[in-house]
């Protein structure tokens, strides 16, 4: 684990970060005049990567399919390692919308700058939250921005990989968007559950994989489609980790 010392001046800088961004990011929705808030999600994600950039121990390589254009929309989905997933993930030069609980959306300062940048709140427990989530990611793929969805729903406890729901692979399937698969691997025990201080420094790897089409699939393909996004990446971590797709695979008893 990092000294508590070390971690404390780590959060202090993030807490500054939060601070010096967040008239910046209401003034830029102010004069966004773009349906989906393009340019005030930007700048909010813009907050990720600066947040990722001070914590000396996370070193981040990006690699893949990352010459995309980001007002094409895609369905994306990574696995989920960790709350630092975020941060990192907002390396990437694009603007997507988060599919979070909305408890994210309670916390203040940073729950203000989720909703300025247009994100989305999910209600676990309301009983048309699917609806209403599909409602409001239609909107901004109709507007030229992606989505983005943890698939698993929640973040990984042992660093398997979990099952996915079908959700975000039923909308690019109706709204015949591509799916864009990324998998990212380090981020395990870099921000560990109900602790402040961080974890030991990390080189992390996120990939895009290639972007699967959708325009020839129909409901019937959905299922299909979610396992074979999830195979390719059981097959990448299994990849980065040494070992075999079974000891990554939550849902595969290894040998």
């Known amino acids: 684990m990092v000294s508590r010392a070390k971690s404390l001046f780590i959060w202090m800088g993030i807490a500054l970060l939060i601070l010096f961004w967040l008239p910046m990011l209401a003034v830029r929705r102010l004069y966004d005049r773009d349906p989906?808030?393009?340019?005030?999600?930007?700048?909010?994600?813009?907050?990720?990567?600066?947040?990722?950039k001070i914590n000396p121990n996370w070193k981040i390589t990006i690699s893949g399919?990352?010459?995309i254009?980001?007002?094409?929309?895609?369905?994306?989905?990574?696995?989920?390692?960790?709350?630092?997933?975020?941060p990192l993930i907002s390396n990437l030069p694009w603007e997507m919308k988060w599919v979070a609980k909305k408890e994210l959306f309670e916390v203040p300062v940073v729950g203000w700058m989720m909703r300025m940048a247009g994100d989305?709140?999910?209600?676990?427990?309301?009983?048309?939250?699917?609806?209403?989530?599909?409602?409001?990611?239609?909107?901004?793929?109709?507007?030229?921005?992606?989505?983005?969805?943890f698939p698993e729903g929640t973040r990984s406890r042992n660093g398997k990989l979990n099952t996915f729901a079908y959700g975000a692979f039923e909308l690019a399937v109706s709204e015949g968007v591509p799916i864009l698969p990324m998998v990212i691997?380090?981020?395990q025990n870099t921000l560990p559950k109900k602790s402040w201080t961080f974890g030991q420094a990390?080189?992390?790897?996120?990939?895009?994989?290639?972007p699967l089409d959708t325009?020839?699939?129909?409901?019937?393909?959905?299922?299909?489609?979610?396992?074979?996004?999830?195979?390719?990446?059981?097959?990448q971590l299994a990849e980065w980790r040494g070992k075999s797709v079974q000891e990554v695979d939550s849902l595969q008893r290894s040998g």
Do not use: W
């Open 36 to 52: 989906a808030r393009y340019y005030t999600g930007k700048l909010f994600r813009n907050l990720g990567m600066a947040i990722s």
């Open 202 to 210: 990390k080189h992390i790897k996120l990939k895009i994989l290639k």
């Open 65 to 67: 399919y990352t010459d």
């Open 215 to 235: 325009g020839e699939l129909d409901r019937d393909d959905i299922k299909g489609l979610a396992e074979s996004v999830r195979s390719r990446i059981a097959r």
């Open 120 to 149: 989305i709140s999910v209600d676990r427990k309301a009983r048309d939250r699917r609806h209403k989530t599909f409602e409001q990611a239609r909107y901004y793929l109709n507007h030229q921005c992606s989505v983005i969805f």
């Open 69 to 86: 254009d980001d007002r094409r929309p895609y369905v994306m989905v990574c696995n989920h390692l960790s709350q630092a997933d975020i």
């Open 185 to 187: 691997d380090g981020t």
